[in-house]
């Protein structure tokens, strides 16, 4: 069954840290370009990062560059989002997502399957 399971989220003070992991099942994670979007309350669906399928190569919105990192483990068949110097705008449900596109890309209708959110709350 192709499935795709996030973990990781949490509540965390701001500049504190969480890794998110997203494990895949029923396929090969390297195969796809991976994708983290996120949704805070009342905001569409915003990408985040991804890591191509092509090449390995790791691409971050502005707002979160320089402060995550996306990475992939393909023994373990789990991309992770390492979050640091969280703030309280991180805050959102966030999903990753596996497509065919060669390269990154920061469409919604470029990726097929989905996983079922993690949440993250940065708060004191």
């Known amino acids: 069954q192709w499935q795709l399971v996030e973990s990781g989220g949490g509540l965390v003070q701001p500049g504190g840290s969480l890794r998110l992991s997203c494990a895949a099942s029923g396929f090969t994670l390297d195969s796809y370009t991976i994708t983290w979007f996120r949704q805070a309350p009342g905001k569409e669906r915003e990408w985040v990062s991804c890591i191509s399928r092509r090449d390995g190569s790791t691409h971050y919105s502005d707002s979160v560059k320089g402060r995550f990192t996306i990475s992939r483990d393909n023994v373990k068949n789990t991309v992770y989002l390492q979050m640091n110097s969280l703030k309280p705008e991180d805050t959102a449900v966030y999903y990753c997502?596996?497509?065919?596109?060669?390269?990154?890309?920061?469409?919604?209708?470029?990726?097929?399957?989905w996983g079922q959110g993690t949440q993250v709350t940065v708060s004191s």
């Open positions: 997502a596996s497509g065919r596109t060669t390269y990154c890309s920061g469409r919604e209708y470029d990726y097929d399957y």
